[in-house]
């Protein structure tokens, strides 16, 4: 008996010493990962200031040189209602003063510019960029052209490329707001659909 209960200990304690080295390794990596993503969070933290900046003076530049676009990711529509969207088809753009807006709240093909909403193409006029103490500025322009007259206005909070811009058509009340990041209009990646 003496000698089964040695040859039973010696087969349990091997396996007993592998699986408390198993959990302390595992306890150990869990410790070294949860450190890792920290750090990481805590250069992210002290980056991230800096990138804003970045960010903000490229968007304020395409702004003021009225060559930019608003990329959407979010549409709110007139009673509140919104809709996160596609920024690669739902834009603003000014390049000088020819304006595109593009809405296409709708994931399937179609609408009028074959790309599940509406494209209108016009020209912008009476633009005007201010920009107060805090240094948000606000763009504002008319544009009219085939199947649009609207009031833009566009604004843009200091530290950030995040924006806003609320579309007022002249002939109805349907107003719509777009929000997203402007870019410069050369390294922006959108696609127009037909225009009306």
């Known amino acids: 008996m003496y000698r089964t209960l040695l040859t039973l200990l010696v087969f349990i304690l091997p396996v007993a010493v592998t699986a408390q080295s198993f959990s302390e390794r595992r306890k150990m990596e869990k410790e ?10 805590q250069r992210e933290k002290e980056t991230r200031p800096l990138l ?12 003021h040189e009225r060559r930019f676009v608003l990329e959407a990711d979010q549409v709110v529509f007139k009673r509140g209602r919104n809709a ?10 000014l390049f000088d003063d020819k304006a595109v807006i593009q809405i ?5 093909v179609g609408g009028y ?25 606000r763009l504002s322009m008319n544009v009219s052209g085939v199947g649009i ?40 990646d959108v696609f127009k659909g037909t225009a009306l």
């Open 32 to 41: 070294k990962w949860y450190t890792e993503k920290r750090e990481a969070e």
């Open 149 to 188: 007259s609207a009031q833009v206005e566009i604004r843009l909070a200091h530290g950030s490329n995040k924006a806003n811009v609320i579309i007022a058509p002249n002939f109805h009340s349907n107003r719509t707001e777009l929000i997203g990041e402007i870019v410069p209009f050369e390294a922006s």
């Open 84 to 93: 996160f969207v596609n920024s690669s088809t739902n834009f603003v753009s």
């Open 104 to 108: 296409s709240p709708l994931e399937t």
């Open 52 to 63: 804003d900046s970045v960010c903000y003076s490229l968007s304020a530049s395409a702004l």
């Open 113 to 137: 510019n074959g790309v599940g909403g509406i494209t209108l193409d016009g020209n912008a006029s009476n633009i005007q960029i201010h920009e107060d103490k805090k240094k948000n500025i």
